[in-house]
């Protein structure tokens, strides 16, 4: 069964330091979205994308975070500068053409610890 | 803000005793979606219900939308030490492009035998 991919399941990296997170989403997918979820805390909602672009955003999801889907393929978060607080699990998702009920198939995550 | 208030947060029971998880909320969701987590791993997605008052039954686990599409149950019966894990709710929200999911807090079932 197709599944999406995320790599590296774990990052480690310097406060202030930027950092990119790879997803492959499920390939005849269009919908690609970004959650986290903070140690001990519900999975939050980021961002969802659709045909090269944002589609909404969380509050969450501020200057510092951005996500581009550079090939037909890969689907990038990216944190500038990263804080303490960017620690997280974070999960992308994708689903499939059409509006109705969509369910969305996620990734085993990539844990992103900030020293 | 959409929330969704999933109850309870833990839940340890006997092998064979029957359980119900519950997902609330004071907001209208398209559908609710019930996922399972394990430890190092993303949510994998049990059902979908849609419709109000839509009953789905997955084996020995029944998931139940409420008529008014704000809440939803999540009934196993004669649990088993396999169904111990991270059992989460979630509501659709229909976007332009696509939905965004809004995700209960989780119930932590612990299934001893």
């Known amino acids: 069964e197709p599944e999406v991919t995320q790599t590296p399941s774990h990052q480690v990296t310097q406060m202030g330091q930027e950092v990119i997170l790879r997803c492959v989403p499920i390939?005849?997918?269009?919908?690609f979205y970004w959650y986290r979820q903070i140690l001990g805390q519900k999975v939050e909602f980021l961002v969802s994308?659709?045909?090269?672009?944002?589609?909404?955003k969380s509050e969450i999801f501020d200057d510092q975070f951005s996500v581009e889907r550079p090939d037909g393929s890969n689907f990038t978060l990216k944190i500038r500068s990263t804080k303490l607080e960017d620690s997280a699990m974070y999960f992308c998702?994708?689903?499939?053409?059409?509006?109705?009920?969509?369910?969305?198939?996620f990734g085993d995550g990539t844990r992103l610890s900030i020293l | 803000t959409q929330l969704l208030e999933q109850s309870p947060q833990f839940l340890s029971i006997q092998e064979g005793e029957n359980l119900t998880v519950y997902c609330n909320s004071s907001?209208?969701?398209?559908?609710l979606q019930w996922y399972r987590q394990e430890p190092g791993e993303g949510p994998v997605l049990l059902v979908t219900?849609?419709?109000?008052?839509e009953v789905k039954k997955l084996k020995r686990l029944t998931f139940q939308f409420g008529d008014a599409r704000k809440d939803s149950s999540l009934h196993i019966t004669a649990a088993q030490t396999g169904d111990t894990g991270l059992y989460l709710c979630?509501?659709?929200?229909?976007?332009?492009?696509?939905?965004?999911?809004?995700f209960g807090a989780g119930t932590i079932l612990r299934v001893k035998s």
């Open positions: 219900v849609v419709t109000g008052g």
């Open positions: 998702a994708s689903s499939g053409l059409g509006q109705i009920n969509q369910p969305q198939h």
């Open positions: 907001s209208v969701f398209s559908s």
């Open positions: 994308f659709y045909n090269n672009e944002i589609s909404e």
């Open positions: 390939s005849n997918h269009l919908y």
């Open positions: 979630a509501g659709e929200r229909k976007l332009e492009y696509g939905n965004k999911l809004v």
